[in-house]
């Protein structure tokens, strides 16, 4: 386990916050952690934490908030990403490969101040995603 997602580790235990045990490793030996909450809104917001093994740089990943199935709600969904990237700046918004909605952040860090900067980013993002999912939702319903 790289040096930097131990001290993360340490301190969301410190935090109370739970996270999984299963920590896995990319091909790229990033250390990958799994946060999961709960929201009011949306059920699930599972976080994926990308720890890189130069302890420089974290990636947090939020996958499939919401899955588009045709081109008019792809068109629909977009207008509100685009929107929700205006006026949000933690996390972006977008699209992927399976026309999943997927919520990013990126940060600088160093071994010592992960387990804090990773902490508040993802509070933030519990709020952020939970709080917009019901306009993505909207957007995605109101295009059937």
Do not use: C, H
């Not at 709960?38 to 996958?63: H, L, M, Q, S, Y």
Request: no cysteine.
């Amino acid at each position: 386990m790289i040096r930097a997602t131990r001290n993360m580790l340490d301190f969301f235990e410190r935090k109370g916050m739970k996270y999984s045990p299963d920590i896995d490793t990319t091909k790229a030996g990033k250390d990958v952690v799994t946060v999961t909450y709960t929201g009011d809104n949306k059920d699930t917001i599972r976080f994926k934490i990308f720890v890189d093994p130069d302890e420089d740089n974290v990636a947090i990943r939020v996958w499939t908030i919401a899955k588009t199935t045709n081109t008019r709600q792809v068109a629909a969904v977009s207008l509100v990403l685009n929107d929700l990237n205006n006026n949000y700046r933690w996390y972006r918004w977008y699209l992927d490969d399976d026309r999943e909605v997927t919520a990013a952040v990126d940060a600088v860090i160093t071994a010592d101040t992960i387990g804090a900067i990773v902490y508040e980013l993802v509070q933030r993002g519990v709020n952020i995603i939970d709080e917009n999912y019901p306009k993505v939702m909207k957007a995605l319903w109101s295009d059937q």
